[in-house]
């Protein structure tokens, strides 16, 4: 089936507006994690998802930073008033139960 | 904050030779994977080994645990080109479904 869809591929935006990042997680999958990478960084965890709820929150830098996952499925990262240092790669993925991680090919945001 | 420091962080060397890396990481976990990331885009599984196993195999690739020493490596055999990427390793944070990433290992191979 489909794998792990992140849209958009590329978001460039102006410091201080708001953008929402979208995640289509495998059909079934339970589990769905966002986190953020920088140039030559590993990803930085930010919150996974067991179902509809936040399972843990604790990676989110600050309340600029939410996210939600209404039914269980598609999920929404929302960033408001950006900032150039959140410039990064938005990666998700999707996972069974919990363990191998099944990414998207993220999005690569660019706050200027 | 990353839980896992990759060793080295960066490797290259010649196509046909080994690769081998390093994970060290701080807290008890359940089980760790290694991943693959090219071009800075979407990470690819390749291994999970869990907590009460001491090595394992995957094709070229060969991990091992050593829990006490709350570290792992990663050797993949006779290397090709095809093998340029990134590495990473990842374990539960503490048990929980939380995964951490450590801070990769760029490996290039040499035709």
């Known amino acids: 089936g489909a794998g792990v869809s992140q849209t958009p591929s590329n978001k460039v935006t102006e410091k201080g507006k708001y953008v929402e990042l979208r995640c289509d997680p495998i059909?079934?999958?339970?589990?769905l994690y966002w986190y953020r990478q920088s140039l030559g960084q590993g990803p930085e965890f930010l919150i996974y998802f067991q179902g509809t709820g936040a399972a843990d929150d604790s990676g989110l830098p600050n309340d600029r930073f939410f996210a939600v996952r209404p039914e269980g499925s598609v999920s929404t990262l929302k960033i408001q008033r950006t900032e150039r240092g959140d410039s990064a790669v938005y990666l998700c993925?999707?996972?069974?139960?919990?363990?191998?991680?099944?990414f998207g090919n993220g999005t690569r945001l660019t706050v200027t | 904050s990353q839980q896992g420091e990759e060793d080295p962080q960066a490797l290259s060397i010649q196509e046909g030779e080994n690769a081998t890396m390093n994970c060290s990481y701080k807290?008890?976990?359940?089980?760790l994977q290694w991943y693959r990331q090219n071009s800075g885009r979407g990470l690819v599984h390749l291994i999970l080994?869990?907590?009460?196993?001491r090595e394992k195999h995957s094709g070229r690739l060969r991990v091992t645990l050593d829990t006490s020493k709350k570290s792992s490596s990663l050797l993949i055999t006779a290397s090709r080109a095809a093998d340029t990427a990134s590495y990473f390793c990842a374990t539960d944070f503490a048990g929980t479904y939380k995964y951490i990433f450590g801070t990769g290992t760029r490996l290039k191979v040499l035709a």
């Open positions: 059909s079934g999958h339970t589990a």
């Open positions: 993925a999707s996972s069974l139960k919990g363990h191998t991680l099944h």
């Open positions: 080994i869990r907590s009460n196993e």
């Open positions: 807290t008890s976990i359940n089980n």
